[in-house]
């Protein structure tokens, strides 16, 4: 039996039918086909399915799809505003939170969830923020400065 389901993604509409047990990152990447959220390790330890619905950082390996019905869901694709990075996207780009890149879209959203809460984050509280991510390649030193680089670039000073 299949449930029907109505979402907002990234500013589009969807109504789909889907089984009770999908999880949303299944829904978001097999039925949708927006790739750029990861599935890690299906147990919420990575954060790499990491993203916002009704604009709080949510892990979508541990939420149904049929639980997101009638939700505003944000994916990395949905981050950028047409051909403009979003300052945490350029971020990671300009200060070299990258490596391997699979963390990258959890790492973002979760950033993007704790600037909202918080625009003015000290070292130590982004370090806190991002503690759910799991990142195996960068050693977190120039995650932390993407993420001061996009709250400045957002207009909002840093505090040591």
Excluded: W
């Excluded at 960068?138 to 207009?155: F, L, S």
Aim: aromatic share 4%.
């Amino acid at each position: 039996m299949e449930i029907k389901i109505s979402v907002n993604v990234n500013g589009k509409d969807y109504v789909r039918e889907v089984e009770p047990r999908t999880l949303l990152v299944h829904f978001l990447r097999d039925t949708l086909r927006l790739t750029g959220t990861h599935i890690g390790c299906d147990t919420s330890s990575c954060g790499a399915c990491t993203i916002h619905v009704d604009g709080i950082a949510v892990k979508s390996c541990t939420m149904l799809a049929v639980q997101a019905d009638g939700s505003s869901i944000t994916t990395i694709e949905g981050l950028a505003q047409g051909a403009e990075l979003h300052p945490l996207q350029e971020g990671f780009k300009e200060c070299h939170g990258l490596q391997c890149g699979f963390c990258t879209p959890g790492m973002i959203m979760t950033a993007a969830d704790l600037l909202a809460k918080n625009p003015c984050p000290s070292e130590s509280e982004i370090r806190h923020g991002l503690e759910g991510n799991f990142c195996r390649c960068t050693g977190y030193h120039n995650i932390v400065k993407a993420v001061q680089y996009a709250a400045e670039k957002m207009g909002n000073e840093v505090s040591a």
